[in-house]
């Protein structure tokens, strides 16, 4: 029989691609700060996979502990219960791994542009030659549109620019998974588009595992593959993954008259909504279920008792 | 940049919004704009000054005693005018003195050198009487060139005594404020620790440190003799006493600085793995530069201002005893020279506040006007 004859690799090999693997996986993790009585849960069960190569976006409202997630995962904090894992790791401090992009820049003001990215570079490429190193950052300056600006200081710079430089600073450390605590929602509406555009298309050169924090539904929808909404915290909570299903690479403006697009937006935003209507609902509830009981007390007499007047 | 960019932006870091108008003007911007400028930063302070100058002649012609009399703003000019004027007469004769003295070595050595030839054909006892009278000549020219005039201090060089005391004992509060304040805005132990020294001699005045400074240079010098020393006993006791009372402000200004530096500069130093000393000289001290030449520039005015008291106790012949020793003295010049110091000592005071602004200015990066 032919069959015998003919040496055939073996049929795993060329089996349907499986699913991409977590590359990031938070086990049932709960972050609160304070103690005793003044203690505030931010966080509790989390359960989150973050697969290699994907744009993921968490949305939630202000204040619902976005950015502690982010710190949490960046290895800033540790969680009180539960466990983070990268590549079978147990996260148990910063790395450069994790890229970071803060939601206030946080430049350095003391270093000029190029001294901001090179402090990064310089740190995390010791091993490479000056020039190297150089032409790394002058790769990263021109990615991020900043070569005409190399020597200004972050307070010569408009809020647009300082975000780019701390994309480019965060994007030459290449590190595995990226970082974005809400990076656009200190910016004007037009310079967040603009912003929005360009790590889109950075984003698809690089197809670099990615995890944005925004408040921001239409944002997430246009650079995310998949969108999970943060419910409102205390105690804050992953709602169910929404699955972006739009062609890649992405135009902003035909998006606006897509209708998965539209569909979407308003399945995450009610959503979202809903959620927030349940948890002040409960709150209400909550603080209606054990109302004070006041005393009646009435007076008798509204005379003064004689002899103790004045 | 243009140079007008350059030019306000450098009115900008050394305070001196005064020359603003000015550049704008040469710039052809709007005038009138400018002239207001002008007359703010101009022409009104000097108005205050003028009326100034009026109601001081007015209290000179006031306050008047049988011996003693305020000074007018004229007899001031004129004390100040002969100070500098002795100052260069002073200066001129030293270096005459100086001249006769080195004419006189080129002579003394000449003349050693003759008597040391005759030495050279002379025999026997003759000849070493020679060659010892030929080393007489040789140390006296020495000496003579050596000369140093002796002369008491002019008041520039008083002047001069009291600037390099303070700048000597700033020097050293900030060798030791500096360090103990970046650990102190590092290690909040270290602070707990350190704070009730702190809050304690703080409020110390200049005055009741002296006694102990001057115990401490005492035992330090025991033993050696007066010009055997670098400095001068005075002028320590002077520097220390400064040192002690302007260390305060550098120290719990740095220790503010250190310890406030922003979460999100730190989290981007964990980030990228800075080691400790990274971290101190990347991060945490160009963060509290601005914050810790707040506090230099405290630490040197107070400086100036104790380091007058303290020339006045230590006998340091700086200006704090110029003033001591013309209020001893009690000529008809005295209140005149004295009033004249107190100008010349609030203007070196100015002087000083202003270099120290000039340096905050330029380590504090996009918030130049701030505290």
């Known amino acids: 029989m032919s069959v015998a004859v003919l040496d055939r690799p073996r049929s795993k090999a060329i089996a349907r691609p499986a699913p991409p693997e977590p590359l990031i996986s938070m086990r049932s993790v709960s972050k609160g700060y304070g103690s005793g009585v003044t203690r505030n849960e931010v966080l509790s069960n989390i359960n989150l996979n973050l697969r290699k190569g994907e744009f993921l976006a968490i949305v939630g409202f202000s204040g619902s502990g976005k950015t502690t997630l982010t710190k949490l995962l960046a290895g800033l904090e540790m969680p009180d219960s539960g466990e983070i894992v990268m590549d079978n790791e147990v996260i148990k401090g910063p790395s450069q791994e994790r890229g970071i992009v803060f939601q206030n820049y946080s430049l350095l003001p003391w270093l ?23 032409d790394h950052v002058e790769k990263f300056i021109e990615m991020v549109g900043l070569s005409h600006a190399v020597h200004r200081r972050p307070h010569e710079l408009s809020g647009g620019m300082r975000q780019r430089v701390s994309l480019a600073r965060t994007l030459a450390m290449k590190p595995n998974v990226l970082l974005l605590d809400e990076p656009l929602s200190a910016l004007d509406a037009l310079t967040r588009s603009v912003l929005q555009e360009e790590i889109l298309k950075i984003w698809e050169e690089e197809r670099q595992t990615c995890l944005l924090i925004t408040n921001d539904v239409d944002e997430a929808i246009l650079l995310a593959d998949r969108i999970v909404p943060l ?43 809903a959620v927030r209507q349940k948890s002040r609902d409960d709150e209400a509830l909550a603080s209606e279920a054990s109302p004070i009981e006041l005393p009646e007390l009435q007076p008798r007499s509204l005379r003064v008792p004689r002899g103790r007047a004045g | 940049m243009n140079w007008r960019g350059n030019a306000l932006k450098f009115c900008d870091v050394a305070g001196l919004p005064a020359l603003e108008p000015f550049v704008r003007l040469l710039a052809g911007e709007d005038v009138k704009e400018q002239l207001k400028g002008i007359a703010k930063f101009v022409v009104l302070p000097v108005a205050a000054v003028v009326v100034f100058l009026l109601l001081w002649s007015a209290a000179a012609r006031t306050v008047v005693t049988d011996s003693m009399q305020l000074p007018s703003p004229t007899d001031t000019w004129t004390a100040g005018k002969e100070l500098f004027a002795m100052h260069s007469a002073q200066r001129a004769e030293d270096l005459k003195v100086k001249q006769e003295k080195t004419i006189q070595a080129v002579t003394l050595l000449a003349q050693a050198n003759a008597v040391t030839k005759q030495a050279e054909s002379a025999t026997g006892e003759r000849k070493e009487t020679l060659l010892a009278n030929a080393l007489v000549l040789k140390k006296k020219a020495v000496q003579a060139a050596n000369y140093r005039p002796s002369s008491a201090p002019t008041f520039v060089d008083q002047i001069i005594t009291s600037l390099k005391t303070v700048f000597v004992g700033f020097a050293i509060a900030t060798l030791i404020a500096v360090p103990i304040g970046v650990l102190c805005g590092m290690s909040p132990w270290c602070n707990a620790a350190l704070t009730p020294f702190i809050q304690i001699f ?19 010098y025991s033993g050696t003799k007066p010009g055997e020393n670098f400095f001068d006993k005075a002028f320590l006791i002077s520097a220390i006493t400064v040192s002690l009372c302007s260390l305060w402000p550098t120290l719990v200004n740095t220790t503010l600085g250190v310890a406030s530096v922003d979460k999100d500069y730190m989290n981007v130093a964990r980030v990228l793995k800075l080691s400790w000393s990274q971290q101190l000289f990347k991060i945490i001290l160009p963060a509290s530069l601005p914050l810790m030449f707040a506090g230099l520039r405290i630490s040197l005015g107070v400086g100036w201002m104790v380091l007058i008291a303290a020339d006045m106790l230590a006998q340091n012949p700086g200006l704090g005893k110029f003033v001591w020793d013309e209020f001893q003295n009690g000529s008809s010049q005295t209140y005149a020279r004295i009033a004249f110091s107190v100008i010349i000592i609030g203007l070196i005071g100015l002087l000083l506040d202003r270099i120290m602004i000039f340096m905050r200015n330029l380590v504090s990066f996009g918030d130049p006007q701030a505290a």
């Open chain 1, 112 to 134: 000029t542009v190029r001294g901001n990215i090179a402090l990064s570079v310089d740190r995390v490429f010791k091993h490479w030659s000056r020039g190297e190193r150089r």
């Open chain 1, 231 to 273: 419910n409102p915290g205390p105690n804050a909570s992953l709602g169910p993954a929404f699955s972006v299903e739009l062609e890649r690479p992405r135009d902003k403006t035909a998006l606006n008259h897509n209708e998965t697009f539209k569909g979407l937006r308003n399945a995450v935003t009610n959503y979202l909504v």
């Open chain 2, 202 to 220: 703080k409020p110390v005045s200049p005055l009741a440190w002296l006694p102990l400074a001057f115990l401490i240079i005492v035992w330090a």
